[in-house]
């Protein structure tokens, strides 16, 4: 059965600043002086906001630990009459951020649910990367082990909408390195590094290139990162087809692994695949 809203209930899902506050809407900070409740991932952190902006109003925490417990109390809220404005840290919520549960719950509770759109790093590191933004796939923060990182990278190395991912700065180096190896040094890309903060940094060019210019620059490797990468070519299997025909004529002179590394590269296709398929 389809819910039906509940006139006097509203929850407003608020973007806030990624770093320049600045950015921030007018009819967010109207709509955050106005709520009864602001529901927010990091108190301290949104404390500190409202009072840039002189709003005084009662916060509660609703974050990945919590959040399962809190929905049902804050839904009860909602439908007792209070407004309440969910905020992440910084940007949209739900965006790699806690909220989700509150929402369908809100929604299923026949509460209505409105956007105050503003501020998203996805859309800041899209609109400058140099990178088709046609079509484009958020895959969030890629596994913390190299396993998992490289089969989620094996997977979409032949998905040809750009990818769009967060990184952190103690593993944007070794996520560079695997993307080079899964999905070709030749792939093109952006870094996108403190997006609208005081260091902000935007480094375009190939997996290797980027990944040089990271590792030269201990700045570079500090901060919050969101790294777009170009979609896969739409001739994908003729350039496979290309690199297992000069892996082949490579092994006469070289192993099979030194032969794929070889051909992946000049052909800009995912080493690993082609070594498993040279040597099938």
């Given at each position: 059965?389809p ?6 209930a509203?929850?407003f899902?608020?973007?806030t600043p990624?770093?320049?506050l ?11 002086s106005?709520?009864d409740?602001?529901a927010?991932?990091?108190t301290?952190?949104?404390r500190?906001?409202l009072?840039?902006?002189g709003?005084?109003k009662?916060?509660?925490?609703l ?17 007792g009459?209070?407004s ?14 806690p909220?989700f549960?509150?929402v369908r719950?809100a929604?299923e509770k ?7 759109p503003g ?11 140099g990178?088709?933004?046609d079509?484009?796939?958020y ?6 082990k190299q ?5 989620r990278?094996?997977?979409?190395s032949?998905?040809t909408?750009?990818?769009?991912f967060?990184?952190?700065s ?5 996520s ?5 190896s899964?999905l070709?040094?030749?792939?093109q ?20 290139q980027v990944?040089?210019m990271?590792?030269?620059?201990a700045?570079?490797?500090k901060g919050e990162?969101?790294?777009?990468v170009?979609?896969a070519?739409e001739?994908?299997d003729e ?8 892996a082949?004529a ?18 800009g296709?995912p ?10």
């Amino acid at each position: 059965m389809p819910s039906v809203e509940s006139p006097s209930a509203e929850l407003f899902i608020v973007a806030t600043p990624i770093g320049n506050l600045g950015d921030i809407s007018q009819r967010a900070i109207d709509n955050l002086s106005q709520v009864d409740l602001v529901a927010a991932e990091d108190t301290r952190h949104t404390r500190n906001l409202l009072s840039n902006f002189g709003i005084d109003k009662p916060i509660v925490a609703l974050h990945e630990h919590n959040e399962e417990a809190m929905a049902p109390r804050l839904v009860e809220r909602l439908l007792g009459g209070e407004s309440i404005a969910l905020v992440s840290d910084a940007g949209t919520p739900l965006m790699s951020d806690p909220g989700f549960r509150l929402v369908r719950l809100a929604i299923e509770k026949g509460v209505r649910v409105t956007p105050i759109p503003g501020p998203s790093s996805i859309v800041a590191a899209l609109s400058v990367a140099g990178i088709a933004t046609d079509r484009f796939v958020y895959e969030g923060f890629l596994p913390a082990k190299q396993l998992a990182r490289l089969a989620r990278l094996n997977a979409l190395s032949a998905e040809t909408r750009t990818l769009v991912f967060f990184e952190s700065s103690h593993r944007i180096l070794d996520s560079l390195a695997d993307m080079a190896s899964s999905l070709g040094v030749a792939r093109q890309l952006a870094v996108c590094r403190e997006l609208t903060k005081q260091f902000e940094t935007i480094l375009r060019g190939s997996v290797d290139q980027v990944m040089d210019m990271v590792r030269a620059d201990a700045n570079q490797q500090k901060g919050e990162f969101v790294v777009v990468v170009a979609g896969a070519s739409e001739n994908v299997d003729e350039k496979m087809a290309q690199a297992i025909s000069m892996a082949k004529a490579l092994r006469e002179y070289l192993s099979s692994s030194q032969a794929a590394r070889v051909a992946a590269k000049f052909c800009g296709v995912p080493r690993r695949e082609l070594y498993a398929l040279i040597e099938e």
